[in-house]
């Protein structure tokens, strides 16, 4: 089975994507509570300023140094790699690949069938990519979620290519 699927068509430029990799990419987000938790879009620049606050504050309550509770934290995190099933929004490869401004469409090509939705249906789709802490090596490498979650049940899967006219 191949692992890269690219994304092509009418964009400036075609990229390639590894799902293998994105284990390890801040962008990824936990299905099983993704769907069920309400989503707020926050602007991203606010949100790291928040957490940079955060931190600064627990740097100053707590001191420099590291407590007990961030080790624990760690070893949590790193538990919830190895369990947890995991996607990516799929908007920030959409807007690398820049469209252009004729296209309308994203053709997601699968093993049997192709699946058309709009660009700004697209902006929305969530990627999954790891389920119980593997790889979705049988029907994958990845599975395509709509981001109101209406398919979280059946999302499409074999997922061969991303084509866009």
Same mark, same amino acid.
């Given at each position: ?71 624990? /934290? ?5 538990? +919830?790699? &190895?369990?947890?099933? $995991?996607?990516?929004?799929?908007? @920030?490869?959409? =807007? ?19 699946? /058309? ?5 697209? +902006?929305? &789709?969530?990627?999954? $990519?790891?389920?119980?802490?593997? @790889?979705?090596? =049988? ?27």
């Amino acid at each position: 089975m191949e692992k890269i699927i690219a994304l092509t068509g009418k964009v400036k430029y075609s990229i390639t994507l590894d799902p293998s990799v994105w284990i390890f990419d801040d962008r990824k987000v936990d299905l099983t509570t993704y769907f069920s938790t309400s989503s707020d879009h926050t602007d991203e620049l606010e949100e790291y300023t928040k957490s940079i606050s955060k931190h600064w504050d627990r740097e100053i309550i707590e001191g420099a140094v590291y407590p007990p509770t961030l080790k624990t /934290e760690k070893k949590y995190e790193k538990e +919830k790699v &190895l369990t947890g099933s $995991f996607g990516i929004p799929f908007q @920030p490869f959409l =807007e690398n690949a820049e469209p252009e401004d004729n296209a309308t469409t994203l053709i997601i090509k699968t093993l049997v069938s192709e699946h /058309e939705v709009s660009l700004d249906f697209a +902006k929305e &789709l969530i990627l999954g $990519f790891s389920e119980v802490g593997k @790889p979705l090596s =049988e029907d994958g490498p990845v599975h395509v979620y709509f981001g109101d979650g209406s398919n979280q049940k059946h999302p499409i899967k074999n997922v061969r290519g991303f084509f866009i006219k």
